[in-house]
C-alpha cells in the first residue's frame, strides 16, 4: 500500500471474523506485507476476506502466489468500487486452463445474486439464484456454477453492491491472470506482447449492436492501423490481435478504442515459452 497524501493515515483491517488490526502510513509512505504478518504468522482458516477503512488517498494491491512448488502470481488493484451487476468476460475451463471467480458482498444484510450466463452470439444460456450472507463471498471455480458448455461469459446481478474479479490458470502452474473491471465506451489495451501473444474481448453489456473501433499505435503515438469490430447485443468477440486487425500490427505497442455502446474489454499477454501470463481491463484514457 502506498499512502499518497501528505497525512499520516491510520487504517484498520476488519477481516470477515471481526478481527481487526491496526495499520499505519505516514505521509507517502509504501509498505508491503504478508497477511499473515499481521496474524502474529499463525494460520487464520476461518478468515476469507477484509475490509480497509480510513484509506482515502491510499492505494494498494493484492498479490496472490502459489507456493510448494507453484510458479503462478498475480494481483488485483485494492479499491472501494462496487457496482449492482459485475461481468465476467471470459470463460476458459478445459484440458490446460481452469477459471476462477470472486463475487463479495461488503454489506451486512444478505443478499441474493443472480449468475445469468450467454454464448458468443448472445443468447441467454441460464440463470441462476445463489444467496450471499452479510461480508461473505462466494469462490469457487466456473465448473462449481454448472453453467452450460457454451457458456463464454457470465454476469452477476445483485440486490445489493458487490465486488468482486476473475481469475484464469493453467493446470500445470505455471500462468495465472486476473481480471477485474466494468463497462465503458472508451479504452486502451496498453500492451502488446512482443515475445508471445495478446488475445482480446470484448463484451456488449447492451441490448443492441455495438460498433467498436480499434486504433492501433506504436510508442511514438502514430496510428498503425485501424478496425472496425461489430459486436451484437450481449455478444462477445474475443481474438489475438493480429487476427482481429485486417493490416499488419506488427509495428504497434498499444490498441485505443473506442464504442457507441457499453462494452467491456480486457486483454491477456502471455509469453511463448507459456510461463507468464497477465491479465489487463481495457484502461481508461484522457480526452
Given at each position: 500500500?502506498?499512502?499518497?497524501?501528505?497525512?499520516?493515515?491510520?487504517?484498520?483491517?476488519?477481516?470477515?471474523?471481526?478481527?481487526?488490526?491496526?495499520?499505519?502510513?505516514?505521509?507517502?509512505?509504501?509498505?508491503?506485507?504478508?497477511?499473515?504478518?499481521?496474524?502474529?504468522?499463525?494460520?487464520?482458516?476461518?478468515?476469507?476476506?477484509?475490509?480497509?477503512?480510513?484509506?482515502?488517498?491510499?492505494?494498494?494491491?493484492?498479490?496472490?502466489?502459489?507456493?510448494?512448488?507453484?510458479?503462478?502470481?498475480?494481483?488485483?488493484?485494492?479499491?472501494?468500487?462496487?457496482?449492482?451487476?459485475?461481468?465476467?468476460?471470459?470463460?476458459?475451463?478445459?484440458?490446460?486452463?481452469?477459471?476462477?471467480?470472486?463475487?463479495?458482498?461488503?454489506?451486512?444484510?444478505?443478499?441474493?445474486?443472480?449468475?445469468?450466463?450467454?454464448?458468443?452470439?448472445?443468447?441467454?444460456?441460464?440463470?441462476?439464484?445463489?444467496s450471499l450472507?452479510?461480508?461473505?463471498?462466494?469462490?469457487?471455480?466456473?465448473?462449481?456454477?454448472?453453467?452450460?458448455?457454451?457458456?463464454?461469459?457470465?454476469?452477476?446481478?445483485?440486490?445489493?453492491?458487490?465486488?468482486?474479479?476473475?481469475?484464469?490458470?493453467?493446470?500445470?502452474?505455471?500462468?495465472?491472470?486476473?481480471?477485474?473491471?466494468?463497462?465503458?465506451?472508451?479504452?486502451?489495451?496498453?500492451?502488446?506482447?512482443?515475445?508471445?501473444?495478446?488475445?482480446?474481448?470484448?463484451?456488449?453489456?447492451?441490448?443492441?449492436?455495438?460498433?467498436?473501433?480499434?486504433?492501433?499505435?506504436?510508442?511514438?503515438?502514430?496510428?498503425?492501423?485501424?478496425?472496425?469490430?461489430?459486436?451484437?447485443?450481449?455478444?462477445?468477440?474475443?481474438?489475438?490481435?493480429?487476427?482481429?486487425?485486417?493490416?499488419?500490427?506488427?509495428?504497434?505497442?498499444?490498441?485505443?478504442?473506442?464504442?457507441?455502446?457499453?462494452?467491456?474489454?480486457?486483454q491477456l499477454?502471455?509469453?511463448?515459452?507459456?510461463?507468464?501470463?497477465?491479465?489487463?481491463?481495457?484502461?481508461?484514457?484522457?480526452?
Open positions: 500500500m502506498v499512502n499518497t497524501t501528505s497525512a499520516r493515515k491510520d487504517l484498520t483491517i476488519t477481516f470477515n471474523n471481526g478481527q481487526t488490526v491496526p495499520c499505519t502510513l505516514n505521509a507517502n509512505e509504501h509498505k508491503a506485507f504478508l497477511i499473515e504478518s499481521l496474524l502474529n504468522n499463525q494460520p487464520q482458516l476461518d478468515i476469507q476476506s477484509a475490509v480497509i477503512t480510513n484509506a482515502s488517498g491510499v492505494i494498494g494491491l493484492e498479490l496472490f502466489g502459489s507456493t510448494g512448488g507453484g510458479n503462478q502470481l498475480e494481483g488485483v488493484l485494492l479499491t472501494d468500487d462496487t457496482a449492482s451487476t459485475i461481468y465476467y468476460p471470459h470463460v476458459a475451463s478445459n484440458n490446460t486452463w481452469w477459471t476462477g471467480i470472486v463475487a463479495y458482498n461488503p454489506s451486512e444484510s444478505a443478499c441474493t445474486i443472480t449468475v445469468t450466463s450467454y454464448n458468443a452470439a448472445g443468447t441467454p444460456l441460464s440463470t441462476t439464484n445463489l450472507a452479510g461480508k461473505e463471498k462466494y469462490i469457487g471455480l466456473v465448473e462449481q456454477l454448472s453453467l452450460p458448455a457454451q457458456t463464454a461469459w457470465f454476469k452477476i446481478d445483485s440486490e445489493q453492491f458487490l465486488t468482486g474479479f476473475e481469475l484464469f490458470g493453467t493446470i500445470d502452474e505455471n500462468q495465472l491472470a486476473a481480471y477485474a473491471g466494468s463497462g465503458a465506451k472508451t479504452g486502451v489495451f496498453a500492451k502488446i506482447e512482443k515475445y508471445g501473444w495478446t488475445g482480446i474481448a470484448f463484451v456488449n453489456i447492451e441490448a443492441s449492436a455495438a460498433s467498436v473501433t480499434l486504433t492501433a499505435y506504436n510508442d511514438n503515438g502514430t496510428a498503425v492501423a485501424t478496425q472496425v469490430l461489430p459486436v451484437g447485443g450481449y455478444a462477445k468477440v474475443v481474438d489475438l490481435t493480429e487476427t482481429i486487425f485486417s493490416q499488419d500490427i506488427s509495428g504497434a505497442t498499444y490498441i485505443a478504442y473506442s464504442s457507441d455502446r457499453n462494452v467491456v474489454g480486457f499477454n502471455g509469453t511463448s515459452d507459456s510461463t507468464r501470463l497477465d491479465g489487463l481491463p481495457g484502461l481508461a484514457g484522457g480526452n
